[in-house]
């Protein structure tokens, strides 16, 4: 069994030690942002669609129920503050794909994965659109992303992926050019990707929803989902909305709807920010074109640039606790953010003397199928999109469209997709899905350790359709 890239160059432990000395708990991204203000509910109000959930599934389909509808009465029900959760503290990468990246769609619906493709690019380029039309200030960059190849046995991975005007392959030479580390090997750059400012987008988005007509209500967590007649009753602690219509963007929060429970578990993923860096740190690694990067293996870490020139590093580790819990405790795990130090010295050992000054977590709602899954309930006047697993800031989009043509009982391009209409598996119950993570966990790692070979575990996942690839 080899050793992986990040454990034959090892950084030497002071280096880590400097750098994360004094390292505060905070999302980079809030930093400087004038915190969302908005309303808690109080007493009863009605609705024609009322929304739950204040991330980025919530404010899309809020917005795309206002331009659908200006005169619909809608209502936006955010259980803390706009984009506290996943939404802001996401890295920014906005990518083309529904289906968690062609592999992931290829394995599970071939026969239509063009169809889903051409979907996924007017999605983006009608996000584009909205951006642009309502002036949204996102720092959006159009700068794709590159995948690069950290091991032998990855270089032919990338070189058998598409190429075209927008799909770039870079030997290990054009790759060093565009980001100098001495990890890399080759490089894919898929140029339709976006990188975006996640909390700016979760804000504006909000703006956009209020200037529309929408009414948003933060400190508002719904604790009731009922049926009543021919409209819903959802409540919060202080107040309720009687509607025709729900929408549920909860993401890895549990469900409100009982078939929902077993759907999805939360994973934690975990994220260093350095200090600015110099023009001269700049200069020693290149990264000019300011490109969005993530490297292949099972367990990938992702990374770019901010607005002032921080890394943002994160990934790697994906933490699964026992019982589907969410805790704010979980957020602090020194052995992640350790573990991330390490391998950003090994990739970028120029920046030497390097801090960082942000650590932070969020939690992945992850599906057996990692990516999202549709659904009604309450005999179609509920509608719900949630399963993400880490690729959302552009399918949260999509996602609202299909819940506002399910609610609608619409036959859309979105709706007659077997990949909108057909549900994933469940996870099982404890400590069944503990024990299967976990194992699946040791499995990965033990896969990149092994050029990519797949043991009995992974290769019976793929056959039962239940298998991941980064």
Avoid at 77 to 106: P, Q
Avoid at 130 to 152: H, L, N, S
Avoid at 214 to 240: D, K, N, W, Y
């Amino acid at each position: 069994m080899q050793r992986t890239v990040f454990e034959r160059c090892p950084p030497n432990e002071s280096v880590v030690r400097h750098a994360l000395h004094g390292t505060e708990p905070g999302v980079v991204w809030f930093d400087g942002l004038t915190p969302s203000e908005h309303p808690e509910l109080t007493g009863q109000i009605a609705a024609d669609l009322v929304i739950v959930g204040g991330g980025y599934t919530g404010l899309w389909t809020a917005v795309r129920a206002k331009e659908r509808d200006p005169e619909a009465r809608v209502v936006l029900l955010e259980g803390k503050r706009i984009g506290w959760a996943a939404s802001g503290r996401n890295g920014g990468f906005c990518k083309v794909s529904l289906t968690h990246g062609r592999d992931n769609g290829l394995r599970r619906w071939p026969d239509e994965l063009d169809a889903i493709d051409t979907l996924a690019e007017r999605n983006l380029a009608d996000l584009a659109d909205t951006i642009d039309r309502y002036g949204i200030e996102a720092d959006v960059e159009r700068t794709g992303v590159i995948k690069v190849a950290v091991e032998p046995h990855e270089v032919e991975w990338l070189r058998a992926r598409d190429r075209d005007d927008r799909q770039v392959y870079l030997d290990s030479q054009a790759m060093r050019a565009a980001v100098n580390s001495p990890t890399y090997l080759a490089g894919h750059w898929d140029k339709n990707d976006l990188m975006v400012h996640p909390a700016k987008l979760a804000l504006e988005l909000a703006r956009v929803a209020v200037e529309l007509g929408v009414q948003v209500f933060e400190e508002s967590s719904v604790i009731g989902l009922e049926e009543q007649g021919s409209h819903m009753m959802v409540r919060t602690a202080a107040g309720s909305v009687r509607a025709g219509r729900v929408a549920l963007g909860t993401n890895v929060f549990p469900s409100l709807l009982k078939r929902n429970r077993f759907m999805t578990v939360p994973v934690y993923d975990y994220v260093l920010a350095t200090e600015p860096l110099t023009a001269t740190q700049l200069r020693e690694i290149g990264w000019q074109g300011r490109q969005g990067i993530s490297d292949l293996a099972n367990q990938f870490h992702y990374y770019r640039l901010t607005g002032d020139n921080r890394i943002v590093f994160g990934g790697y580790d994906a933490i699964y606790h026992f019982g589907r819990r969410i805790r704010p405790e979980y957020n602090e795990r020194p052995e992640s953010f350790h573990t991330l130090a390490r391998h950003f010295f090994t990739t970028f050992p120029a920046l030497e003397g390097v801090r960082f000054t942000h650590r932070w977590a969020g939690v992945i709602d992850t599906c057996s199928q990692f990516c999202a899954f549709f659904g009604t309930a309450h005999r179609g006047k509920v509608a719900y999109a949630t399963g993400f697993t880490g690729l959302g800031v552009a399918s949260t989009r999509f996602a609202g469209d299909v819940m506002l043509d399910l609610l609608e009982g619409a036959d859309t391009e979105r709706t007659s997709l077997r990949m909108v209409r057909k549900r994933p598996l469940p996870f099982p119950p404890e400590p069944f899905t503990s024990i299967g993570i976990n194992a699946t966990r040791w499995s990965l790692a033990r896969a990149d350790r092994n050029q990519g070979r797949r043991n009995l575990l992974l290769r019976t996942l793929d056959a039962a359709g239940l298998g991941f690839e980064s």
